[in-house]
C-alpha cells in the first residue's frame, strides 16, 4: 500500500513526545512522496509542522481505527509498534479498569494497587474448563490453558511469572497456583492443595521484604512445581529458590524494612512463648531500623505471625521446632546489636557482659567467650603453622554481618527444604506445572553484584522466550503450508556468552576470587583488556575505572565493581561456625550447619520414593566436608542452578506472565508512559510485537473474513465456496500480493492492512448509514409535514366552516334584501325598459338596414379589386415565368445536345433494346398513377366541402326558426305583464290591512311575554334557592359519606397492609427454612455415600463373608430406615452375609460420627417444625386479632340507622307499586297453574321477590351507615371548642330540629314501620313458597340420582356379564324403563302416553335392528377366531400334551359367573410373599426401564404397583411388612440412583414415581384434608390400620434428594450449550460483524458443525419436558424444574458476558434479548408463563438493555439506574466498562458517565458479589396431587415379570 494512500488528510498518526513518550496527531493535508514534513494538528488543536528525516524518510507510525484500540490482544491490532501498545494498554488499564491483556503468548498484568474482586472461587469456576480465547485475559486463563495442556497432550508445563519489584510477580504466582488447588483438588484425604497454598505465607515471611517500590516485594527467586498424578489431581509440590537477597539481613535503604519475619516477632514480643527471646520493638535492633519505616501501613504484623504459625502447623512443622526457628531468628537480631569497639587500629573488642551477644549466646546455647573471641579474631592456616589474627573494628563488624547473613541463609534453606518434605507424598507423580516467580530485568543508579546476576537469569529467559515465540510462528505458518522467510529477531546468545562462556565475566571473577590478592580494580583491569576490544557489548565508561557496561537486550547497564568480589567470595570465619556447630544446647542450630543427609524433618516423616526426582535445592549438595562447602563461589552456583532451570523449562511448555508496574508512587489505577515503555522494552513484549509485526500479525479464518467483510462484496462475487470468494474479494481490494497469503484455513495480513479493509468497510458503512439515515429523516419531515398538513387542513376547514356560516348568513340577509329591491325595481325598471325597447327597436332596425348595405357594397367593391389583381398578377407571372422557362430551356438544350451526343451510340443500342421500352412504360405508368391519385384527391376535398356548405345552410335555416319561436314567447310574456300590472293595487290594500292587524297581534304577544319573563324569573329564583338548598344538605351528606369511607379505607387497607406483610415475612422465613432444610438433606445424602462408600471399601478390604442370618429389630424406627443404609436387601441379593467381626472392624469414630450427625439433623429438623408450626400459629392469632378489631369497627358503624328512615317513605311506595302488581299477577291467573314452576305469575313473584330482597339489603346497609354518621357527628361536635364554628353540621342540625319541630320525623318513622312489618309478611309468605318449591326440586333431584345410581350399577354388572347376557340383559333393561315411563305418563296424560307409546316402539324398532347387526358381527369375529385359534394351536402343540390350546379356549362357552364375581370382589391390591419382597423390588425398582415404562404403560404405574402391595400389608395389618416393604423400596431407588445418578430419564422416572407415591400415601392415609378430593369407591380404599406421616416425611426427603439430583444433571447436560447459544451464536444473521481477533482465536460466532445453538438450546428443554410429561412428572413440579433451569441459564449466561469484553456490545444486548424472547416463546407454547421462569432472566434482560441503551447524558444515567434494579452495582459498573463497540459508528461509555453511575448507585444495599450464584437452587415443595385413576382398574403387564403378585 503506497504512503500517500495512508497518510492522507484526517489520518491519525503517532510522534514521540518527551513526556508521553508517545503523542497523537491527525494529519491536515495530504502527504506526498517529496514532501519533507507533515502538516499535523494535535489533539488540543495545536497545528505543528512535523519535519522528516531527510536520510530516511521514515514516516511516522499509523494510528489503529478506535474501533482496535482497548482489544484483548495486542496481536490484534493492525498496526503492531510501540505507541499502539502503549496505547492499547493504557485505554484498558485507565478507562476500563482492566488490568489483564494477551500480548501473543504473553500475558500482561499491570499491578492496579488496588483490591479487585476477581479472584473469588465463582471466578475460578467461571474459567475452569474454558478456552483461553474464549474469555477476558485472566490470570485463571493463563493457569486453566497450562492445566488443560498437561492433561491434553500430557506434557510438564511451566508458568513463568517476571517483572520489576513491585509489578505483582508473587500474587500472579499466587493466584496461580490457588487456581490449580481449586480446580484439581487433591489425590488424598490430606489436603495437599492446602499446604501448597500454606507455604506461601511462610516463604513471604522469610523471603520478602518492603522496598520503595513494593510493600511485599520478593527479594529471590523460585520455582515451585506442583506435582499431579494420572487423574490430575495434585499430590504434591516441589520448591526451589534461586539468589536471596542475604544483603538485606544486615542493611536496608531509607524507606525500606528486613525480612517481615523479624517484625512479626518483635510486633509479638509480649506474647508468653516469646518472653526467653527478649525481644522488643523494631525500633531496638540495628538490622531492623536502618530503614526508618518499620510499619507498613493497613498491615498488622502481629496477625501476620499467627498466620506464619498456622502455615508451619499444616505444613506439619511441630511447635518446638517454631520456637527453635524463632529463636534463631531473635538471636541474628540481637548478634547485629553486639557492638564492637576498637582496642588499636589493627585490633578490635567487644566489651565484657554485652546482653545482646549474652543473649545470642543463651538462644543459640554456645559459650560467650568463644563468640567474642572468633568476632574479633581470625584463623590464619599455613603449610607448617596457625596464625590467630585479630581483626579491626571493621572487618570484626563485617564478620558479624557476614555471619548473621550465613546464619540467616542456611534456616531459609532449611525451611524450604522441611516446606518440600511436607509437600512429597508417596503417590506416583504423573506430570507437573511449574510456576516460576523470578526477578525482572533491574537497572538502577549503583547496581552490584545482585543486578548483575539478576540480569543475567533474565538475558537467559529471554533467550528462551524469543526461541519459543519464533518457534511457535514458523509452527503456525507450516501449519497453515504458507511460504514462509526467516524473521529477523534479536539474539541475545552474544551477552550470554560474553557473561558465562570461558573467559567471560564470571570466569574471570571466579579466577579473580582464587588469586590471593585479588581486587575488584585487577578484576576490572582484566575484563578490559580481555573484551573491551573484541566484543562490541561491552563498554568502559568514560570517567571511571571500576565500573563497565553490557548492552543487555533491554538496555546497556552499568556495574560497579565495587564488592564484587566479597558477594562472589561469600566468605564466613569458619571458627565461628565451628562455634555454632558445638552447641549442645539447641539442636536445630546444629541441624542447619550438618550436611542434608543426616537432618531429620519436623514431623518424623520419611521423604516419599514415589514420584520424580526432584532436583536439590542447592546444587553443593553432594559434598562430605563443610570446609568446601564455601569453595565454590556464588555466581558458579547461580550459573549451575540457572542452568538446570533452563533444562526444566526447555523441557516444559511454557506460559509467559509478563507484570508491570504502572508508576513508582504506588497509585491506583495511575499510567505513567515512560515507566511502563521502559518495562514493556525489558520484558520482551516488544519483542513479541516485532516478531509478530516481521510476519504475518493478523490472521482470519475464512469464514470470519466473508462474515466480517461481506458489506464489501457484491452478489456476483459471492460463491458456494467461501474460500474461494475470500480470494476473489481480497484480491480486487489489496492489489499487492505480498500484503497477505492463503492458507489452508486461514488468510494471513501484513500489518497494517485490517486497519485498511476496516477504512474500507467503515467507509462503506458510512455510505450506508448516510442512505439510510438520508431516508429515515426523510421519512420522519414527510411524516411531521403530513401532522401538519392534517391539522392546518383542520384550521382550515374549521375556519371556513365558521366563514362559510358567516357567509352564508350575510347571503340569506343579501338575497333576502335584493329579492325585496327586485320585485319593487323590477316594477319601476319594466315600465322604462319597454318604452327604451321600443324605441330602441326602431333605431336598430333603421341602422342595422343601413350598415348592412354599406357592407354590402364594401364588400362587392373588395371582391371586383380582388379579381382584378388575381388576373394582372397572373398575367404578369406567367410573362416572367415564360421568359425564364425559355432561358433556361435554351440552357438545358445546350448541355443535353452536348451530352447526347456523347451517348448517342449508347441510346441508339438501348433504343433498339426491349428493356428500354419497359423502362419508358413503367415511368409512364408511374406518372399516370399519380395523376389519377390526384384527381381522387380533388374529388374527394369537393365532396367535403359541399357537405360543409349544406350543414351551414341546415344551421342557419334552424337559428333562424329558433329566433322566431322566441319572438312570440316575448310577445306573450309583454301581455301577462299588463294583467299582473293592474292586480299590483288591490294587493296593496290587502297588505295594509295585515299590516294594522300584526301590529295589534305584536302588543299583545309583548304582554304576555312580559308575564311569562316576570314568572319564570320568580320560579328560577325559587328553583335555584331549592337546589342550593339541596346541594348543602348533599354535600353535606356527601361529606360525611365520605369521611366515613375514607376512614374505613384506611382502616382496611391498614388490616390488609398489615396482614400482607406478615403473611410475606412468614413466606419468606418458610422458604428460607425451606431452603435450609433442603441443604442439610443434601449434606446428609453425602454423607451418606461417603459413608457407604467407605463401607465398601472396608468390605472389599476386609473381604471377610460368612453365611448367617442378621435379625432386624421390629421396633426399629422407620426415621432411622431412611437415614441408615439398611443393607438386608443386598445380603439377600447377594446371597451372603458379612460377619460381625466386619462391621466392629470399622472405623467406629466415623459411624460415631455419623450417627450423632443425623441425630443433630433429626434435632433440627424438629426444631424446624417446631418454629414452622408456632409461626403459623402466630400467623392465625394475628389474622384472629384483627379480625376482632375489624368486627370490633364495623360494629360502631351499626348504630348509625336513625338518620336515613326519613328517607325510607318514598322507596315504600315503589315497593306497595310492586306488591300490587305481584297481587294483580297472582289473581289474575287460574288457581291451578298460578303457583306452577314456569308460569308467568311465579315468573313474576320470584322476579319482585329478589328485587325486594335486594332493595331490603340496600337499605339495610345505608341505614347503617347513616346511624355511623350520627354518632360520629355527635362525637365530633362534642369534642370541638365552642368558638369554632361547623357550618355545615349546624345546617344539618337544624334541618333535623325542623323535622323535629313539624312532628314529621315521628310520622315517617310510624309509616316507615307499618310498611316494614307489612313487606315482612310478605316477604316471609314468599319465602315459605319458595322453600317449599325448593324442597320438591330436592326430591326430584333426589329421585333422579338414585336412578342414575341404579342404571349405573346395572350397567356394571352387564358389563360383568358375557357378550350374549349383556345384550338381552340391556333390552329387558329398557324394556322395563320403557313401560314404567308408559305407565306413568298415561296416568298422567293420555295424549302424551300416546306420543310416547309411538317413540317408544321406533326405539324398540332401533334396537331389535342394532341387536342383529351385533349378532352378525360376534358370528363374524367368532370365525376369524377359530381360525386365529387354530393356527395357535398348531403351532404351539409340541409344548405340553395336557395343555388346551388358545383355540380350544374361546370355542368353549363363556359362563357369565366366571369373571363378574371375581373382579366385583377386587379391592385394589396386590398380596405378595415375604420371600418375593426382593423379587418386586429387583423387577419393578433395580432393573425397570424407564424408557419403556414411559412410552407403553400409565404414568407412575410403578408407585401405585409399590402402594397396592402396601395397601395388602396394611390390610393384613402386618407391620414388619410395611416396614421392610418401605425401607427396601427406599434403599432400592438409592440404589439406582447412585447407580445410574447420571442418566436423566432414571433420574425424572424415579422422581416421578417417587412423587406419586407420597401422593398415594397421602390421598389414601384417612385424612379429612386429602379424602375430600377422592372418589366414594377410593375413600374405601384407605388405608385402615397404620399411620404412615412418618415415612410420608421420609418419602418427602428422598423427593427432594432426587430433585436435586435431577436438577444438577440436567445442568450438566446444559451446560456446555448455554454459553455457546446464547451468547457466540450469532442468532439473527449479520447483526454484529466478528471482529479483529489476535493471537488467542475465539469461539466463532458462526456456528459450525457440532456447535451448540440456540436451537440445541430449545431442544434440549424440550426434550426435558417431553420425557418429565410422559414419566408423570406433576405440572407444579415441572414447572419448578424449568424455573431452575431457566435460573442456571440466566447465570452462567450473564457471568460470561461479566468476563468477556468481546460480547459487551450493542449488537449483541439485541442477540440476547432475541435469545430470551425465544426462551420466553417456548415458555408460551409449552404454558409454563406463570412459573416465575421469565423472572429468573430478569437479571439478563437488563443486562442486555444495558448494553443497547444510550449511555451519555445524566438522564440517560437515571434511566439505567430505574431499570436496571435487579442488576449489582458492581455488575452495571462491570458492563460499562466492558462495553466495546463493534462498529466505528458506536461510541465508547465515558469514565464521567461510569462514575455518575457509581454515585447514583452508591446508597443501594447489596452485595458486591459480581458474579452470580450457579450453584443456586430453589427450594422445592410437592404439592399435593391426587389421582383420579381407580386401584382396582390397574392392570400389571407381563413385561415387568411379576406375576407372583395376586390381586386381591
Given at each position: 500500500m503506497a504512503a500517500s494512500e495512508l497518510y492522507t488528510k484526517s489520518a491519525r498518526v503517532w510522534i514521540p513526545d518527551a513526556e508521553e513518550v508517545w503523542k497523537s496527531a491527525e494529519l491536515t493535508k495530504d502527504y506526498k512522496n517529496d514532501d519533507a514534513s507533515l502538516q499535523l494538528m494535535l489533539e488540543d488543536g495545536t497545528t505543528i509542522d512535523h519535519k522528516l528525516d531527510p536520510k530516511t524518510k521514515n514516516l511516522p507510525y499509523l494510528r489503529n481505527p478506535d474501533i482496535l484500540v482497548g482489544e484483548n490482544d495486542l496481536t490484534a491490532l493492525s498496526y503492531l509498534h510501540e505507541p499502539a501498545v502503549l496505547h492499547n494498554l493504557k485505554v484498558r ?146 520448591m526451589r529458590t534461586y539468589l536471596l537477597e542475604k544483603s538485606r539481613v544486615v542493611f536496608q535503604a531509607d524507606e525500606e524494612r528486613n525480612y517481615h519475619i523479624f517484625y512479626q516477632l518483635c510486633a509479638s514480643a509480649n506474647q508468653p ?249 585487577s578484576w576490572a583491569q582484566k575484563l578490559y583488556n580481555t573484551h573491551l576490544k573484541t566484543c562490541s557489548l ?211 495480513f501484513r500489518a497494517g492492512q485490517v486497519a485498511y479493509l476496516e477504512k474500507l468497510r467503515a467507509d462503506k458503512l458510512r455510505a450506508a448509514c448516510i442512505r439510510i439515515q438520508k431516508t429515515i429523516r426523510c421519512w420522519l419531515a414527510r411524516k411531521k409535514y403530513l401532522r401538519q398538513r392534517s391539522a392546518a387542513i383542520t384550521i382550515q376547514r374549521f375556519t371556513r366552516g365558521y366563514q362559510a356560516r358567516c357567509l352564508a348568513k350575510f347571503m340569506r340577509r343579501t338575497q333576502a334584501a335584493t329579492i325585496i329591491q327586485k320585485y319593487q325595481r323590477m316594477c319601476v325598471e319594466r315600465k322604462r325598459f319597454r318604452q327604451k325597447q321600443a324605441a330602441a327597436l326602431a333605431m336598430q332596425t333603421i341602422l342595422r338596414a343601413y350598415m348592412a348595405r354599406q357592407k354590402y357594397q364594401a364588400l362587392l367593391r373588395e371582391h371586383k379589386a380582388v379579381i382584378i389583381q388575381k388576373h394582372v398578377r397572373g398575367w404578369l407571372a406567367r410573362c416572367w415565368y415564360k421568359h425564364c422557362l425559355e432561358a433556361i430551356v435554351y440552357l438545358q438544350c445546350c448541355i443535353r445536345r452536348m451530352r447526347a451526343k456523347r451517348e448517342l451510340k449508347k441510346l441508339k443500342i438501348e433504343a433498339r433494346s426491349v428493356e428500354h421500352f419497359k423502362k419508358l412504360n413503367k415511368g409512364m405508368e408511374n406518372k399516370i398513377m399519380q395523376l389519377q391519385r390526384k384527381i381522387d384527391e380533388q374529388n374527394k376535398d369537393n365532396r367535403v366541402i359541399s357537405e360543409r356548405l349544406v350543414s351551414l345552410e341546415s344551421s342557419y335555416a334552424s337559428e333562424s326558426e329558433r329566433m322566431r319561436g322566441e319572438l312570440g314567447r316575448l310577445r306573450g310574456v309583454e301581455e301577462d305583464a299588463k294583467n299582473k300590472a293592474n292586480q299590483v293595487s288591490s294587493l296593496l290594500e290587502e297588505l295594509e290591512k295585515l299590516r294594522k292587524e300584526l301590529s295589534v297581534t305584536q302588543q299583545e304577544k309583548k304582554t304576555i311575554e312580559d308575564w311569562a319573563q316576570k314568572y319564570r324569573d320568580e320560579m328560577e329564583k325559587m328553583v335555584s334557592e331549592l337546589k342550593d338548598q339541596n346541594g348543602l344538605l348533599k354535600k353535606e351528606k356527601d361529606d360525611l359519606n365520605r369521611m366515613i369511607q375514607e376512614q374505613s379505607q384506611q382502616m382496611t387497607e391498614k388490616m390488609t397492609r398489615a396482614i400482607a406483610q406478615e403473611t410475606q415475612q412468614l413466606e419468606t422465613d418458610l422458604n428460607e427454612e425451606r431452603s435450609r432444610y433442603q441443604n442439610l438433606l443434601t449434606e446428609h445424602l453425602r454423607l451418606e455415600e461417603k459413608y457407604d462408600d467407605l463401607k465398601e471399601e472396608l468390605a472389599q478390604s476386609k473381604n471377610v463373608s460368612k453365611p448367617g442370618h442378621r435379625r432386624t429389630d421390629s421396633t426399629h424406627s422407620s426415621n432411622e430406615s431412611e437415614y441408615t443404609y439398611n443393607s438386608e436387601y443386598a445380603e439377600l441379593e447377594d446371597g451372603s452375609r458379612v460377619g460381625e467381626d466386619v462391621t466392629r472392624g470399622m472405623d467406629t469414630s466415623l459411624t460415631l460420627k455419623l450417627q450423632k450427625r443425623v441425630t443433630e439433623l433429626e434435632q433440627e429438623k424438629q426444631s424446624l417444625r417446631n418454629e414452622l408450626e408456632n409461626k403459623e400459629e402466630q400467623f392465625q392469632r394475628a389474622r384472629a386479632r384483627d379480625d376482632a378489631q375489624f368486627r370490633k369497627a364495623r360494629g360502631a358503624e351499626l348504630e348509625y340507622e336513625s338518620l336515613k328512615r326519613q328517607e325510607l317513605e318514598s322507596e315504600n311506595k315503589k315497593l306497595r307499586h310492586d306488591l300490587a302488581e305481584m297481587r294483580q299477577s297472582l289473581l289474575g291467573g287460574t288457581a291451578a297453574s298460578a303457583g306452577a314452576p314456569g308460569s308467568p305469575a311465579y315468573k313474576v313473584l320470584l322476579d319482585q321477590l329478589n328485587a325486594s330482597c335486594e332493595e331490603l339489603e340496600v337499605r339495610k346497609e345505608e341505614v347503617l351507615i347513616l346511624r355511623s354518621q350520627l354518632v360520629s357527628q355527635k362525637e365530633a361536635m362534642h369534642h370541638k371548642d365552642e368558638k369554632e364554628t361547623m357550618t355545615e353540621p349546624s345546617v344539618f342540625a337544624q334541618d333535623v330540629n325542623k323535622l323535629k319541630d313539624a312532628d314529621e320525623l315521628k310520622q315517617a318513622y310510624v309509616g316507615l314501620k307499618d310498611t316494614n312489618r307489612l313487606l315482612e309478611q310478605q316477604l316471609q309468605t314468599q319465602r315459605r313458597t319458595h322453600d317449599s318449591e325448593v324442597e320438591s326440586l330436592r326430591g326430584e333431584l333426589q329421585n333422579v340420582k338414585e336412578e342414575n345410581n341404579r342404571q349405573q350399577q346395572l350397567l356394571a354388572q352387564n358389563l360383568q356379564l358375557p357378550p350374549e347376557a349383556r345384550i338381552e340383559a340391556s333390552l329387558q333393561h329398557e324394556i322395563t324403563r320403557l313401560t314404567n315411563e308408559n305407565l306413568e305418563l298415561l296416568a298422567d296424560d293420555p295424549t302424551a302416553s300416546r306420543e310416547a307409546r309411538v317413540i317408544i316402539l321406533r326405539r324398540m324398532v332401533d334396537l331389535m335392528e342394532q341387536l342383529e347387526k351385533q349378532d352378525r358381527t360376534i358370528r363374524k369375529l367368532k370365525k376369524q377366531l377359530k381360525v386365529y385359534s387354530k393356527r395357535i394351536g398348531e403351532m404351539g402343540a409340541g409344548h405340553t400334551e395336557g395343555q388346551t390350546s388358545p383355540g380350544q379356549m374361546v370355542e368353549e362357552p363363556i359362563h357369565p359367573v366366571n369373571i363378574p364375581r371375581r373382579e366385583k370382589d377386587f379391592q385394589g391390591m396386590l398380596e405378595y410373599k415375604k420371600e418375593d419382597e426382593m423379587k418386586l423390588v429387583k423387577n419393578l425398582i433395580l432393573e425397570l426401564k424407564p424408557r419403556g415404562v414411559a412410552v407403553n404403560l400409565i404414568p407412575g404405574l410403578p408407585a401405585y404397583i409399590l402402594f397396592m402391595c402396601l395397601r395388602h400389608s396394611d390390610y393384613v395389618n402386618d407391620d414388619q411388612k410395611v416396614r421392610t416393604l418401605l425401607t427396601s423400596t427406599i434403599n432400592s431407588i438409592k440404589k439406582i440412583l447412585k447407580k445410574r445418578g447420571d442418566d436423566f430419564e432414571t433420574v425424572s422416572f424415579w422422581l416421578a414415581n417417587t412423587c406419586r407415591f407420597l401422593h398415594c400415601l397421602k390421598q389414601y392415609s384417612g385424612d379429612e384434608v386429602f379424602m375430600k378430593h377422592n372418589t366414594s369407591r377410593q375413600n374405601e380404599h384407605c388405608l385402615s390400620n397404620f399411620d404412615l406421616a412418618e415415612y410420608r416425611q421420609v418419602i418427602s426427603d428422598l423427593a427432594i434428594q432426587i430433585y436435586q439430583q435431577l436438577v444438577k444433571c440436567m445442568e450438566n447436560i446444559l451446560q456446555p450449550m448455554i454459553v455457546s447459544g446464547m451468547l457466540e451464536h450469532e442468532t439473527i444473521q449479520g447483526v454484529s460483524g466478528v471482529k479483529p481477533t489476535g493471537l488467542r482465536k475465539r469461539t466463532s460466532s458462526i456456528a459450525d458443525e457440532g456447535t451448540y445453538t440456540l436451537d440445541s438450546i430449545l431442544r434440549q428443554l424440550s426434550a426435558f419436558h417431553s420425557t418429565m410429561c410422559q414419566h408423570g412428572t406433576d405440572p407444579e413440579l415441572i414447572k419448578q424444574v424449568v424455573k431452575q433451569l431457566f435460573y442456571i441459564i440466566g447465570a452462567v449466561t450473564l457471568n460470561n458476558l461479566l468476563l468477556r469484553k468481546d460480547m459487551c456490545s450493542w449488537s449483541k444486548g439485541m442477540q440476547i434479548r432475541y435469545n430470551v424472547s425465544q426462551l420466553e416463546e417456548w415458555l408460551r407454547d409449552k404454558g409454563l408463563m406463570n412459573c416465575g421462569a421469565k423472572e429468573t432472566l430478569e437479571p439478563l434482560i437488563q443486562a442486555a438493555q444495558l448494553l443497547q441503551v444510550k449511555k451519555k447524558t445524566d438522564e440517560d444515567a437515571e434511566a439505567i439506574c430505574s431499570m436496571c434494579h435487579a442488576l449489582t452495582t458492581a455488575q452495571i459498573v462491570k458492563v460499562l466498562n466492558l462495553y466495546t463497540p463493534v462498529n466505528e459508528f458506536e461510541e465508547r461509555v465515558s469514565v464521567s458517565f461510569i462514575r455518575t453511575i457509581q454515585t447514583r448507585l452508591r446508597d443501594r444495599c447489596e452485595s458486591p458479589q459480581l458474579l452470580m450464584d450457579t450453584k443456586m437452587i430453589y427450594p422445592v415443595t410437592f404439592p399435593f396431587n391426587p389421582s383420579s385413576l381407580a386401584l382396582e382398574t390397574i392392570q400389571i403387564p407381563t413385561s415387568l415379570n411379576l406375576s407372583f403378585l395376586t390381586r386381591v
Open positions: 488499564f485507565i478507562d476500563s479498569k482492566l488490568i489483564y491483556t494477551y500480548c501473543g503468548i504473553v500475558l500482561v498484568a499491570i499491578n492496579p494497587y488496588e483490591t479487585l474482586p476477581i479472584y473469588g472461587t465463582d471466578i475460578i469456576n467461571a474459567y475452569s474448563g474454558q478456552n483461553m480465547g474464549d474469555m477476558d485475559p485472566h490470570i485463571f486463563a493463563v493457569a486453566e490453558e497450562a492445566y488443560k495442556q498437561m492433561a491434553r497432550d500430557e506434557r510438564n508445563q511451566s508458568i513463568i511469572v517476571s517483572g520489576e519489584s513491585g509489578a505483582g510477580k508473587t500474587v500472579s504466582a499466587k493466584y496461580a497456583m490457588r487456581y490449580f488447588a481449586t480446580v484439581s483438588g487433591s489425590a488424598s484425604e490430606a489436603n495437599v492443595e492446602e499446604k501448597v497454598l500454606a507455604s506461601n505465607p511462610i516463604m513471604e515471611a522469610i523471603g520478602n521484604a518492603k522496598t520503595t517500590r513494593n510493600d511485599n516485594s520478593s527479594r529471590f527467586g523460585k520455582y515451585i512445581e506442583i506435582g499431579f498424578d494420572n487423574r490430575y489431581r495434585i499430590i504434591g509440590a516441589n512463648e516469646f518472653k526467653n527471646l527478649r525481644l522488643s520493638t523494631a525500633n531496638d535492633f540495628l538490622y531492623t531500623r536502618q530503614g526508618r519505616s518499620p510499619v507498613i501501613e493497613g498491615v498488622d504484623d502481629a496477625k501476620e505471625l499467627r498466620t506464619t504459625r498456622h502455615a508451619f502447623t499444616l505444613l506439619g512443622i511441630n511447635e518446638s521446632y517454631q520456637i527453635g526457628l524463632f529463636q534463631v531468628l531473635a538471636a541474628i537480631l540481637h548478634l547485629g546489636n553486639v557492638e564492637i569497639k576498637d582496642r588499636d587500629s589493627d585490633s578490635s573488642l567487644i566489651a565484657p557482659n554485652n546482653r545482646h551477644l549474652t543473649a545470642f549466646c543463651e538462644l543459640v546455647g554456645v559459650t560467650y567467650q568463644d563468640m567474642s573471641q572468633w568476632l574479633c579474631h581470625r584463623k590464619l592456616k599455613t603449610a607448617t603453622e596457625t596464625y590467630i589474627k585479630p581483626l579491626p573494628r571493621l572487618q570484626a563488624t563485617n564478620a558479624r554481618d557476614a555471619l548473621s547473613k550465613h546464619i540467616y541463609a542456611k534456616l531459609f534453606n532449611w525451611i524450604v527444604e522441611h516446606v518440600n518434605k511436607a509437600l512429597v507424598t508417596n503417590i506416583k507423580q504423573h506430570s507437573f506445572i511449574g510456576v516460576l516467580d523470578i526477578y525482572g530485568f533491574e537497572t538502577f543508579e549503583i547496581n552490584s553484584f545482585e543486578q548483575f546476576c539478576i540480569n543475567y537469569a533474565n538475558e537467559k529467559l529471554q533467550q528462551q522466550f524469543n526461541m519459543h515465540v519464533f518457534k511457535l510462528e514458523q509452527e503456525e505458518y507450516m501449519k497453515e503450508q504458507i511460504p514462509w522467510t526467516l524473521i529477523d529477531f534479536y539474539d541475545n546468545q552474544p551477552c550470554i556468552n560474553l557473561i558465562e562462556a570461558k573467559m567471560g565475566i564470571l570466569d574471570l571473577l571466579d579466577e579473580e576470587c582464587k588469586m590471593p590478592k585479588g581486587s575488584d580494580d561491552f563498554e568502559k565508561p568514560r570517567m571511571s575505572n571500576r565500573a563497565f557496561i553490557i548492552q543487555h537486550f533491554a538496555d546497556k547497564v552499568e556495574y560497579q565493581c565495587e564488592g564484587f568480589l566479597e558477594k562472589n567470595k561469600d566468605t564466613v570465619n569458619e571458627e565461628q561456625i565451628h562455634v555454632l556447630k558445638a552447641s549442645k544446647k539447641f539442636n536445630l542450630l546444629v541441624e542447619l550447619f550438618q550436611d542434608e543427609e543426616k537432618a531429620t524433618t519436623p514431623t518424623g516423616q520419611v521423604p516419599g520414593t514415589g514420584g520424580r526426582t526432584r532436583l536439590s535445592i542447592k546444587p553443593d549438595k553432594g559434598r562430605d566436608t563443610s570446609s568446601k562447602e564455601h569453595k565454590k563461589t556464588v555466581g558458579c552456583q547461580f550459573r549451575n542452578s540457572l542452568q538446570m532451570l533452563m533444562e526444566t523449562l526447555n523441557a516444559t511448555t511454557p506460559h509467559y506472565v509478563r507484570c508491570i508496574k504502572p508508576n513508582d508512587f504506588k497509585l491506583a489505577f495511575s499510567f505513567d508512559p515512560k515507566r511502563a515503555v521502559q518495562q514493556l522494552r525489558a520484558c520482551g513484549v516488544l519483542e513479541t510485537i516485532r516478531i509478530s509485526a516481521a510476519g504475518f500479525p493478523s490472521r482470519w479464518t475464512y469464514q470470519e473474513f466473508f462474515s466480517r467483510y461481506r458489506v464489501l462484496m457484491k452478489q456476483k462475487d459471492v460463491l458456494p465456496d467461501k474460500k474461494l470468494t475470500c480470494k476473489n474479494v481480497l484480491e480486487k481490494l489489496v492489489q499487492d500480493q505480498d500484503k497477505y497469503q492463503f492458507g489452508k484455513t486461514k488468510i494471513f
